[in-house]
């Protein structure tokens, strides 16, 4: 039996029977006791009980991030990252660097361009592109994930050739001619993916390593992650996760399945729930819309710089229904990515026609809910659902975001606060590699409303800003709901997992523009020292 004191801490427990403490005594992973250094020094301080000094550190419950992508952020690191490029004259400049030294026919993989960067504003295009190289197959994929450009033999490449029809759940760009001008949106982008060479097992192996290993250093005990864009199938996916645990490198991970992997689930009799402690499997991932940035999210005005689209559905009323319907039947609950306010009513019209089961304990899931307005908050107070929500977002899509959506969608724009004071169970994430994974970024901005070098904004739509609580507990019990483990975690108390998120400061005690001055010491899962800072 392993038996740990730890000891002299600052601990915030987030249990409203205690809330705050100087010691956890833990036995094989769970907690037994919390108290003064003193009477559990007395009742627990054995010479068969290990000792850990936190020496005045601040321990929190277990950091988990709610909404990531842990195997696409470590692959991140492999691919040509195109975020600090600050002119899309820069970028094509780079690109160029990039094929002088690229084997012909080689796919060049670029992420995270964002044209709201650079200083002229607008999207490359494929002539561009086919200026930079026609020797290359050339994929770059916008910071937001939901749009792409491409060059000419990429989309020879690809099998799409220069005058294609749209897919049902994306479409192409297009010049005056109805030929593609390059840009790539939603789901018209599969058979670029199938096209570009698949990652070797070990390259995939250590890309979930490094994210993991990052994830620890940033007080991360846990993730809900979806990697099987990247992972392929539901078997390698767990295999991989597993054997991490198995090497010592003590990380949880909670499985959200991309929904055309439903079958496959089914097949192997998996549910909610299949797993350990270690790693499982929790909803259905399902997309209704894009994203903001691509105008490919779906509201129910056009949008204000763009008037002649609302964005658009990824599924119609009765597809979504019947993705619901079947996971519904497999065992699963759903987790939807919605985030304009026409894509958050038909999430919430299919939740009214196809309800979760009383008995569960999983929980559907709306992620993103970037627009909503009150009608919407209203229904949503009546659902037993969870808001999985990203407050980085606010630093990031602010203030551009202002001439996408027009003044008068702002107030229920982002709007966590409203949210929560509906009722509304929110769980914090990063939607890494999206964002930044670190957990302070997430809640710096729920607290300030702005990005860390705006000082001395105000914040945007601050009336929506969180108190330092009300932002940790999106990372603890939020998240602990989400997946439908508050009993098992996301406070600090005996019967729980022994996960502990260990600061060198209280954040309540620190000014908004200080949190990010935080450093993690120390990380604890299962009782056992997965990180400590050197």
Request: glycine share 8%; aromatic share 8%.
């Amino acid at each position: 039996m392993e038996k740990t004191l730890f000891l002299h801490g600052r601990v915030i427990t987030m249990d409203a029977g205690r809330e705050s403490a100087e010691a956890v005594y833990v036995e094989n992973g769970r907690i037994v006791d919390v108290g003064t250094s003193e009477d559990l020094l007395l009742h627990w301080g054995r010479a068969d009980v290990r000792r850990v000094d936190w020496q005045g550190a601040t321990v929190y419950p277990g950091w988990v991030d709610s909404h990531v992508h842990l195997a696409a952020y470590g692959m991140l690191r492999h691919q040509l990252d195109l975020s600090g490029t600050t002119s899309k004259r820069e970028m094509l400049c780079l690109l160029r660097e990039i094929a002088s030294r690229t084997p012909v026919g080689k796919w060049i993989v670029g992420v995270n361009w964002d044209e709201n960067r650079w200083e002229e504003k607008e999207v490359p295009h494929r002539e561009e592109l086919d200026a930079v190289s026609l020797r290359h197959p050339i994929f770059l994929t916008r910071i937001c994930h939901h749009a792409h450009v491409s060059n000419t033999i990429a989309f020879q490449v690809a099998g799409v050739g220069l005058e294609p029809d749209d897919p049902k759940e994306g479409k192409y760009g297009r010049y005056p001619d109805g030929k593609v001008n390059g840009m790539i949106y939603e789901n018209a982008s599969r058979p670029f993916f199938a096209a570009i060479p698949e990652p070797t097992v070990e390259q995939k192996r250590s890309y979930i390593r490094e994210a993991v290993k990052e994830a620890l250093a940033l007080g991360l005990t846990a993730a809900h992650t979806e990697d099987l864009r990247v992972m392929g199938s539901v078997c390698e996916l767990l295999r991989e996760y597993r054997g991490l645990v198995e090497a010592g490198v003590w990380f949880r991970t909670h499985h959200l399945l991309y929904h055309p992997h439903l079958d496959e689930a089914v097949e192997l009799r998996f549910r909610a729930g299949t797993g350990d402690e270690w790693t499982d499997v929790g909803a259905v991932k399902i997309f209704a819309d894009g994203a903001i940035g691509a105008r490919t999210a779906w509201l129910s005005e056009p949008y204000a710089d763009a008037p002649e689209t609302a964005g658009a559905p990824v599924h119609s009323e009765d597809e979504l229904a019947e993705w619901v319907s079947r996971a519904r039947k497999a065992g699963f609950p759903v987790a939807v990515h919605a985030i304009g306010d026409r894509a958050v009513e038909q999430v919430i019209n299919t939740w009214e026609r196809h309800p979760s089961p009383k008995e569960t304990r999983y929980r559907d899931r709306l992620i993103h809910a970037q627009v909503l307005r009150p009608d919407l908050l209203s229904r949503m107070r009546g659902l037993p659902i969870v808001a999985d929500i990203q407050p980085r977002f606010v630093a990031s899509d602010f203030p551009w975001v202002q001439e996408r959506l027009g003044t008068a969608r702002l107030s229920y724009a982002y709007a966590w606060k409203s949210l929560l004071d509906a009722g509304v169970v929110c769980a914090g994430g990063s939607d890494a590699p999206i964002e930044p994974l670190n957990p302070l970024l997430g809640i710096h901005a729920a607290v300030t409303r702005r990005h860390p070098e705006g000082f001395p904004h105000p914040g945007y739509e601050p009336e929506q800003r969180l108190s330092v609580k009300d932002a940790l507990r999106l990372w603890t019990e939020g998240s602990a709901f989400a997946e439908g483990k508050e009993m098992e975690r996301g406070s600090i108390r005996p019967g729980k997992w022994a996960d502990f998120t260990v600061l060198d400061r209280a954040l309540s005690d620190t000014e908004p523009d200080e949190i990010l001055k935080a450093r993690v010491v120390m990380t604890v899962v299962n009782g056992k020292v997965a990180y400590l800072a050197e």
